[in-house]
Antibody
Framework: EVQLVESGGGVVQPGGSLRLSCAVSGFTVSSNYMSWVRQAPGKGLEWASVINSDGSTYYADSVKGRFTISRDNSKNTLYLQMNSLRAEDTAVYYC?????????????WGQGTLVTVSS | QSALTQPASVSGSPGQSITISCTGTSSDVGGYNYVSWYQQHPGKAPKLMIYDVSNRPSGVSNRFSGSKSGNTASLTISGLQAEDEGDYYCSSYTSSRSCVFGTGTKVTVL
């Protein structure tokens, strides 16, 4: 069964750091394109970052220079290191698989983990 | 990258058909056949409904169909049912090797 389980969310002060994890079962993270998509409370979806199967990474302008996407092949786990957090980073963060042949095709999705940036 | 433009809300009666538009630019929707649509119910993760403009994943009802003309993509739901209520988002690949989502549309079944 394919499953993506995010963890690591919580409350952090502005300027702080947090690392999100996404444990994957049912397929191999390193053989797929994996993305993080976030959704601020009551708002729409926003793509944040992707790591391709060849290890290349890309970021939305809103998180570039502050967030780092990575993976641990031995643990079949995706990560998102978030530094210099701002109030506007408050959101549910979803881990998703992106098709390598049909870009912007995100499936499946994890259940999401909530990050709250507040003093 | 600016969000793709969708109507804030669309409504219809059971059995009717509704269409949701998704307008972008030649750098995203108009430039690639990589447009997807997602359905989201309150408190749940989004669900893929359409990919590559008009393809349906297995398990998605054939009442859902997609199309594109120029810089505007569309999602049509025919034979509207109560379970179709929710938020719908389009997404597109962009020329800057990123992805952009639409502003979202709330579908109400009257």
């Amino acid at each position: 069964e394919v499953q993506l389980v995010e963890s690591g969310g919580g409350v952090v002060q502005p300027g702080g750091s947090l690392r999100l994890s996404c444990a994957v079962s049912g397929f191999t993270v390193s053989s797929n394109y994996m993305s993080w998509v976030r959704q601020a409370p009551g708002k729409g979806l926003e793509w944040a970052s992707v790591i391709n199967s060849d290890g290349s990474t890309y970021y939305a302008d809103s998180v570039k220079g502050r967030f780092t996407i990575s993976r641990d092949n031995s643990k079949n786990t995706l990560y998102l290191q978030m530094n210099s957090l701002r109030a506007e980073d408050t959101a549910v963060y979803y881990c998703v698989r992106e098709s390598s042949s049909s870009w912007s095709k995100f499936d499946p999705w994890g259940q999401g983990t909530l990050v709250t940036v507040s003093s | 990258q600016s969000a793709l433009t969708q109507p804030a809300s669309v409504s219809g009666s059971p059995g009717q058909s509704i269409t949701i538009s998704c307008t972008g630019t030649s750098s995203d929707v108009g430039g690639y056949n990589y447009v997807s649509w997602y359905q989201q119910h309150p408190g749940k993760a989004p669900k893929l409904m359409i990919y590559d403009v008009s393809n349906r994943p297995s398990g998605v009802s054939n009442r859902f169909s997609g199309s594109k003309s120029g810089n505007t993509a569309s999602l049509t739901i025919s034979g509207l049912q109560a379970e179709d209520e929710g938020d719908y988002y389009c997404s597109s690949y962009t020329s800057s090797r990123s992805c952009v989502f639409g502003t979202g549309t709330k579908v109400t079944v009257l």
